[in-house]
């Protein structure tokens, strides 16, 4: 969620049980104007926390040209000094699947260490090889704000345009959601690259709008029931939780552009979820 | 040409174009002309940046101002939206009942209802809450159940999300003998207890048939007694309600038989207490039953106090030879553990709920032991003849126990703990959180210290979720040699077979029918 309206965004997803401490708030507050003038960021989001068992990590993620691509992520554990996370690779994602396991550690330079038996040659002449995989936690996080950015992050239909250069940007004409519409998932859609929408049929695609319906509807995820709407406060709040990574929270204000999303949780995905409908 | 007939010219063909421009459209009977005359207007009264840019939105804006106005001749219906009635609901929370100004002093007094705004303020700190003004709510929803129940003690224990909505729990204590028995209770245990006199009646009918089926082998393990109410897993009632201001809602009871079932399942709370549990293995009961489970498994493993809060009575310690002790008292002699000793270490914190054992109790019971409840006596004795040994009695960790002693699981320490402030150490509180159950967090700073849950109502599952693999099904029947298929002999071995029974006929013949016609013979053969 934009750092600017972070006083007021938080607590509309409070109602899951996990907020920052005034502490907190106050020191991301001064922090984050910063980050965005040293880094020369056109938007900073506070993405959220994810807990570890010694200390839990701040994510930031400042926003330049473009809205969807141009994202870098820091983390932070003061919630004043910042650090760089390296953009995760696909080679990055791959070793970090197979080495970590179990809770976060909340130390970034902690090793998850994990062996894997290939085998070389063939027939009887195999060799069997153990290789060892060390991968520190910085990789780890980095990776997982990646793919919770990649599978789960919400946004509401309109919200972001495509212009014909290809760029996403803000929609200033966004006016936000109806009630209505509000109570839909197929108004919200993901916000990373689609990967559903080339496989659509013509017929399909003949009622898209080309530069608002660029991302992938919430409502074709598999499983069905991978997401909770809700509304909250009295019915004024849209928010929108995850099954799947249990901890993001996105919040919609209907009739008004207000929307965001945060992941506070334990950085692990529910791969439960088939069992838990 | 001139210049006057070039003019005129122009004039003219600026006048076609214009009347091609006012040309109304057949479909939605606007032209041009007016609404780009509309849109400038627009765009002189607002004067927005970077006009070209957004062109296109402030036309579609333009024109579908205009076609609200006459979208519809019917009138208004206002609809009672959900968030109107919720609305309608939480404002009687906010009304000051009138009257009761004089015994008002006197409720000051002896209140049960707990300090929601403290521990709002203390949670916040923490990191956890459900926001301000919602904390306030709560604060208000408690203090309507307590008015309307006749409590001696309460306390908010969290709230527990689901898929559809989520649920606000608040654990009591009723008043010495006020807590009436509900119907419920009884229709779950009938329940449990019915499935052996309807496997007798199925089997009389049975007997009927010529044919008969096999029977079932299968025995169901006895049923373990519940708890009573006040005692182990259902020490306290508790209650729930969607949202504040809607009606509290008390959970039934909770049976062991319930608590192991739970041990088994991972699903999600929907939200509708009504709702059935669809698992393997079945639960018993619907999601009221599995709420209440949940909430005694959370309880047992995450309510905790700094070391020396509670103490055993003491005269309770000669009774009990066991070492059990089930109940405790505050120590008033309390001063506090230091906030940075409590963060530091996990010996400085205890238990006070008891473990729930294995059995799905507190307290572990012998089931070999035949009962004095003669419902049940039957099905101890056949019980009895298989198994005659005594089987081993479960103990669990005794109440307050420091959490130190508790387990790890699959390299994960159960308990994180720390301060809630780096900058400001002196004035800061102790937070500690369970990673056994994500959502469970406990604060402590000087004498006041509170456990509280918001979450999904599930236990961390390690390395992930295995399900519980269905039984083998039953074999239908004994196999025998009477019901085995048996090979079709060979085309040897029939003629073989045949060759013999001519032999012994031939043999017969000769023995027998010496003097009769042999004409008669062949026809019979035939």
Known sequence: MDSNTLYYSLDLVSGSGLTLSSEQKAALQTSLVILKRNNKFNRVLFWGKILGIKGDYFIAQGVSEDEMTDKKSLYSFNCVDWHLLPPATEAMLAEVSAAAKGRFVGDPSH????????????????????????????????????????????????????????????????EGLSSLEAGKLSYFLHFTEPQKLKKKSILEMANLNPSIDFLDPLSEDIPKGSWSLQFERGSTVCVIRSLLWLGLISFHVPMTPQHGYIYMGDGLKNLDLPFML | MSEGALNNQREHTAICFKAFMLKNSTKSNLNLYDHLSRLLTKVMDERPENVVDIIEDMSREVKQELLQDKQSTLRDMPLATAAQLL????????????????????????????????????????????????????????????????????????????????????????REGEEEEEGNEETVEDEERDGEPRDDDEEADVVEVIDTLPRSTFKPPPVVPKEENRTGVNKFTYFVCREPGLPWVKLPTVTPTQITAARHIRKFFTGRLDAPIISYPPFPGNEANYLRAQIARISAGTQVSPLGFYQFAEEEGEEEEEGARDSFEENSDFE???????????????????????????????????????????????????????????????????????????????????????????????????????????????????????????????????????????REYPSGPEITESLDPSLEEEQALKATLEEQRAAQEETEGLGEDEEEEEEEDV
């Open chain 2, 87 to 174: 609305a309608e609901q939480q404002r009687l929370l906010f009304s000051r009942r009138g009257g009761d100004d004089g015994e008002q002093e006197e409720e000051l007094v002896e209140t049960p209802l707990p300090n929601v705004s403290e521990l709002g303020f203390f949670l916040e700190q923490a990191g956890v809450g459900l926001g301000r003004e919602e904390m306030l709510r709560v604060f208000l929803a408690l203090k309507q159940l307590v008015d309307s129940q006749p409590l001696v003690r309460c306390r908010l224990w969290g709230k527990i999300l689901g898929t559809e909505g989520n649920y606000l729990v608040a654990e009591c204590e009723y």
């Open chain 1, 111 to 174: 090793e998850y260490e994990h062996t894997e038996i290939r085998r070389q040659g063939e027939g009887d002449e195999a060799v069997e090889e153990e290789i060892m995989i060390k991968v520190k936690e910085e990789k780890r996080l980095a990776s997982t704000v990646h793919t919770i950015d990649k599978e789960v992050s919400v946004v509401p239909r309109g919200a972001f345009i495509k212009s014909p250069h290809g760029l996403v940007q803000t929609n200033c004409s966004f």
């Open chain 2, 336 to 474: 506090g553990i230091p906030v940075p000793e409590m963060a530091e270490s996990l010996s400085t914190w205890v238990h006070h709920v008891q473990h729930i054992l294995q059995q799905g109790r507190c307290v572990w019971v012998n089931l070999a032991d035949k009962p004095e409840d003669d419902f049940e006596e039957e099905a101890d004795e056949e019980e009895k003849e298989e198994e005659p040994d005594e089987p081993d009695p479960e103990v669990g960790p005794p109440l307050l126990t420091p959490l130190s002693e508790d387990a790890e699981t699959t390299n994960t320490p159960p308990w994180s703990s720390k301060m809630s402030s780096t900058l400001i150490p002196q004035f800061a509180i102790a937070v500690l959180r369970s990673n056994l159950w994500p959502g469970a967090y406990t604060y402590a700073s000087g004498k006041k210290f509170e456990n509280i849950y918001i979450g999904w109502g599930l236990k961390f599952a390690g390395e992930g979720y295995i399900p519980t693999v269905p039984t083998m099904p039953q």
